[in-house]
């Protein structure tokens, strides 16, 4: 005898599930998925959620990873439909989601549902940094905050705050300049985040932000002064001689003059 995976009763030969207990358990997922989407609109309050929840538990067969499922699912409908821009109000919706919905973060967060959803909000207000919107320690401030909530890795935030500064470059690119207010911010964006535009991740090499460090190198030198970088150089240098730029996958490169033989009057050989 077989025995139901829901209501935990005898099924029948060669089953494990009664057809109305599954019918029973589709739609308290619908239910579900339905009561987060509308808490995520304002359309619902987080302790009517929590009830419905805990009512699904009962008489739908609602599980935990049924939870983590639709939540995951839902966040990343959220995270698709939000716009900026964002509001702190956004930010309390996720953080009483995750405090009281009853399952674990990482549950929900496996496929990075979570992380995405940061990214998007972290992104919106760095971007307001670019618009002249927000000063920069205002939105290093905000997305302390938004990661308090929805922590990112390291190598998250380094590729979030890379795309941003490569959007930000095509922007300021467009006409082929770099104003003095332009490469200010780039400059404090850098700064302040700890990039690098000489020693780039491998995705943006030969990118816009490549176009940057070439266009204040430029300058630089058009002014008499020799770039600072922190570029090892894989070769020897001479005494005089210092890095300006490195570009990965060569091998070699040098100048080389070309000489060939050619014909010349009465058949004697010319050197070019």
């Not at 579900?32 to 609109?41: N, V």
């Not at 304002?42 to 538990?57: E, H, P």
């Not at 307001?128 to 929805?150: D, L, Y």
């Amino acid at each position: 005898m077989g025995t139901c995976k829901y209501c935990g009763q005898d099924a029948g030969f060669f089953s494990h599930v009664h057809q109305e207990c599954e019918e029973k358990h589709d739609k308290g997922i619908t239910a579900l998925e339905d009561g987060i989407r509308r808490y995520f609109k304002d359309a619902l309050n987080i302790n009517d959620l929590i009830a419905m929840v805990a009512n699904l538990r009962r008489e739908n067969y609602v599980t935990d990873p049924d939870i983590a499922i639709s939540s995951a699912k839902c966040i990343d409908e959220y995270t698709e439909k939000s716009r900026w821009p964002f509001h702190s109000h956004q930010l309390d919706l996720v953080k009483n989601y995750i405090n009281k919905i009853g399952v674990p973060y990482q549950s929900i967060n496996v496929n990075g549902s979570f992380d995405r959803l940061s990214q998007k909000m972290i992104r919106g207000f760095l971007a307001e940094f670019f618009t002249g919107q927000k000063t920069m320690q205002r939105v290093m401030q905000i997305s302390q905050q938004i990661m308090a909530v929805m922590p990112l890795s390291s190598e998250q935030k380094q590729e979030m705050y890379y795309y941003m500064l490569n959007q930000a470059a095509e922007n300021y690119m467009k006409d082929g300049l770099l104003s003095d207010d332009e490469e200010r911010k780039l400059d404090e964006y850098i700064y302040m985040l700890g990039l690098s535009t000489t020693n780039l991740p491998p995705q943006y090499q030969g990118s816009e932000i490549s176009r940057i460090g070439q266009t204040k190198m430029l300058k630089q030198l058009q002014k008499g002064i020799i770039p600072q970088t922190n570029i090892v150089a894989p070769i020897l240098l001479g005494r005089d001689e210092a890095v300006l730029w490195c570009y990965n996958g060569v091998t070699m490169w040098q100048e080389k003059v070309k000489r060939e033989m050619v014909g010349a009057i009465a058949g004697l050989p010319s050197e070019s």
